[in-house]
Structures are given as structure tokens and as C-alpha cells.
T-cell receptor, first 115, second 113 residues
């Protein structure tokens, strides 16, 4: 079974500051990794994904994440945040080796960007 | 593409009533997923379909919950009878083959009073 741990439930930052949202996963098989963002009263939107290849993945809205297999981590970063980045962020994992495409999500991290 | 379409956006019902949530996936997506989101439990996978066939329903909480996918463009999640603890946001998502990430609908916020 797979699991995802998002180490911070809330992260407050000031506008234009850098931010890192942490994600660790547990799996006995090779994985695909994802970050989703959820704005208030909306569905989840895919930010970026790691499938294979380069461990540094760039996504939308200036976000990037780095896959670290030895640390079983997939932390999300942005060098300078905006007020509009305030949202909940979810890390997710799926099995890359078979036909099981279900995603297991972390509990989410609420990013609050203050002026 | 209009994306994944869910209806209704909000539903308020009385305990004991039947509730039906609807989902239209993205055309060409072979996988359809139903998730439930609550503050306490986060996002939980209830059931998913591949080519209209239920593959894994181990997340369906009770026999009161049922899901169908009669064709490639429509799925329903039914709760009968509904209970206050079923109050949550229910999301539908679809994915093309390969598991390369889902597209979520906007969700249905269900309140059972």
C-alpha cells in the first residue's frame, strides 16, 4: 500500500518570499508523483507531475518540485509567491508499474500568502 | 473541452432521502474516479471505473453507497438512505490511459440535515 505524508498542514508566508511545501511518500513499487492545487470552492488542478527522467519538474504558475528517490520525497517550491497562490496543495502518488491508476493523496497543506 | 462536469454543485437534503450525484467525464478518458473530501479524512477514493467497468470499490463506505457508469460519458453516485455523516464534497475525476494525472470536476457539496 502507498501513503503520502505532507509534513505541514499550514504554511504562512509573506508575498514575494520563497516557499517549500514538503511531501514524503511510502511505496514498495516505483511511483508517479503529482502536486495538485485547490482554490476555495473549486476542484483540484494539476500543478505538475513526475513520471520519469529529470528529477526536477517544472509546473504551472512558476512552481517546481524535485523527486528524491533516496529520501522518498517530492517537495514543491516557488522562489517568490503571490497573494493569488493562497490555496490548498495536495501531494499524490500512484503506482507506475502496473495498471492501477488510483491516486493516493496526502492530507494537504494550506498555503496562506500575506501582504 | 468543457472538462469534467458534475451536477449539482450543491445539494441539501434531509436525512433518509436518496441522493444522486452526476458526472460527465472528458471525452476519450477511459478512467473515472469518485472521491469524497472532508476536513477529518481528507480525500478518499470511493470507487473507480475503467471502460465503464468498476475496478475497485473498496473505498465505498457502506451498502448505502452505489455507483454506476452506464456509458462512457456518464456516471452516477447514489446514497440511499443519506445520513448527516455523508455531508462532504464529492469529486469526480477522469483520466486517459496511462495514469498520468487526473482532471477533476468542480465537485458537489452535499449537506445532509
Amino acid at each position: 500500500a502507498q501513503s503520502v505524508t505532507q509534513l505541514d498542514s499550514q504554511v504562512p508566508v509573506f508575498e514575494e518570499a520563497p516557499v517549500e511545501l514538503r511531501c514524503n511518500y511510502s511505496s514498495s513499487v516505483s511511483v508517479y508523483l503529482f502536486w495538485y492545487v485547490q482554490y476555495p470552492n473549486q476542484g483540484l488542478q494539476l500543478l505538475l507531475k513526475y513520471l520519469s527522467g529529470s528529477t526536477l519538474v517544472k509546473g504551472i504558475n512558476g512552481f517546481e518540485a524535485e523527486f528524491n528517490k533516496s529520501q522518498t520525497s517530492f517537495h514543491l517550491r516557488k522562489p517568490s509567491v503571490h497573494i493569488s497562490d493562497t490555496a490548498e496543495y495536495f501531494c499524490a502518488v500512484s503506482d507506475s508499474g502496473g495498471s492501477n491508476y488510483k491516486l493516493t493523496f496526502g492530507k494537504g497543506t494550506l498555503l496562506t500568502v500575506n501582504p | 473541452d468543457a472538462g469534467v462536469i458534475q451536477s449539482p454543485r450543491h445539494e441539501v437534503t434531509e436525512m433518509g432521502q436518496e441522493v444522486t450525484l452526476r458526472c460527465k467525464p472528458i471525452s476519450g478518458h477511459d478512467y473515472l474516479f469518485w472521491y469524497r473530501q472532508t476536513m477529518m479524512r481528507g480525500l478518499e477514493l470511493l470507487i473507480y471505473f475503467n471502460n465503464n467497468v468498476p475496478i475497485d470499490d473498496s473505498g465505498m463506505p457502506e451498502d448505502r453507497f452505489s455507483a454506476k457508469m452506464p456509458n462512457a460519458s456518464f456516471s452516477t453516485l447514489k446514497i440511499q438512505p443519506s445520513e448527516p455523516r455523508d455531508s462532504a464534497v464529492y469529486f469526480c475525476a477522469s483520466s486517459p490511459p496511462g495514469g498520468y494525472g487526473y482532471t477533476f470536476g468542480s465537485g458537489t457539496r452535499l449537506t445532509v440535515v
